[in-house]
């Protein structure tokens, strides 16, 4: 359920909710509201304080039961200076008053503290990625099960701060809420969420914005309009493939189809690996190998609620990757819809192949840069763990844009080079490319090869393989799994789009 924002300039210790939290900037000189609760406590916060309870220099908090009125518990936050900044740390502690507030099963919140309208955005978003969990699939319930809680209801910010603050604030609960969205659809088990259920989710998000269109290619009309990589990763499965498109048109827009912003995103629902099968330990989590194809749709989302006034357009490829029957095989020799023939070295390297064709394919529709989100190699993690994506690009005024969202947001995106060298990984005697060469380098070559159908066309391309897979709960992130790495930062850039 998303949370309700609201705001209020009333007293704190008045404010009826189930949890009140005060940020502390700087534990000697509490903001003045925690004076105000500390008479309304019988000096509790002010022994709290005392004690040494909450630090300056590293994440802390404290939870009070409340009085006979007001909030019925008070949550004292203190952050340290983060390695990535004050932002990040207060994106921490509104994770932290989520967790406070998941320990008193509190539904409503409210927040004091802090102001500015970085400080709330921070604070407000840091909360609901933190509140998110992953989707309990329930039996039918027993009598006497007790209501279940499902997190934060509603948030009220205590500030006497202007318009911006609270705009600020709604927008950084918008975007978290679409990125909770892509958490959940990149979570979702691969016999529930097919390609079809992929593609219904896009619609059902375009029926709510009169700019935003949807349409579908399916399995018939891929292998028609020549999408011979696409339709070869989509050949061994039962389940139909869908190409999916959204376009954001809004009114007052003045880009021509060449200079809109292009948004790509891998949405294999499961990666069994084909006939190059993966090993059986851990294939559970390729469920989540439509995490790109989900934070793309998650942007898209961003962007209609945000009113953003840019150009995008959005082409996701879903389909399953299955061993079969009629499965392509490696050795196999596929036409891209470019026209460069491919041969396939390993079927597991199948991400690259739907990509290839999408990426021809919003070239042809038009466009005047194109991102792409994938989890597409095992190596971007060897080489950069859980925190960051692989920004793997050409220097451009596109990478420039990347990696300033990147700073802006804190959904973080690291540089890596693409270089003619890579692409050397991928020759072959029989065809213009192979689809997968050498260990060394594996998720640069794997860039190369989607550099190849960009083209001219500026491109950054971003693995999210270790940044949208968490095999543990990171920073603010509040759960394992599906990170949603990839939706604050495409959204960043779109919103700042100027081609
Ligand atoms: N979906 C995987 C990449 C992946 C691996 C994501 C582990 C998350 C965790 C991708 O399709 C894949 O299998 N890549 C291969 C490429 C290789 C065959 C060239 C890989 O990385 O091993
Ligand atoms: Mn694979
Ligand atoms: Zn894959």
Redesign the pocket.
Known sequence: MDIQLQFTTDSAPTLDVDVLAVVIDDPTTPPAIVAELDVALGGALGRELGRDRIKADAPSSVTITGGATGPQRVVLVGFGPDADGRLDALRVAGSRVAGAARAAEARTVALAGVDSADDLAALTSGLAIGDFRIHHHRGEPKADDKPRYFGVEQLTLVTDADGDAATAAQAALATAAAQNWARDLANAPANLLTPIKLAEQAEQLAAKHADLSFRTLDRAALEAEGFGMFAAVAQGAHDEPRLIVLEWNPAGATETDAERLALVG?A?TF?T?GI?I?PSG?MQ??K??KGGGCAVLGAMRAIAELGVPHRVIAVVGATM?MPDGNAYRPGDVITAKDGTTVEI??T?????LVLGDCITYVKELGCGGIIDA????????VGLGHRYTGAIAKPSSLLDAVLAASADTGDLAWHMPLHEEYKLHLKTECADLK???T?DG??L??GSFLQHFAQDTPFVHLDI??S??LPKPRAYYGTKGASGAGVRLMAAVAARWSA
């Open positions: 891998k294999v990666d690996g190059s993966k851990g989590d390729m989540m190998d990757n070295i390993s597991d390297a199948e991400g690259r994938a989890t597409l190699t095992g190596a971007i993690i689809n997968s060469g260990r594996g998720a070559a794997a393989a270790g949208g897979m």
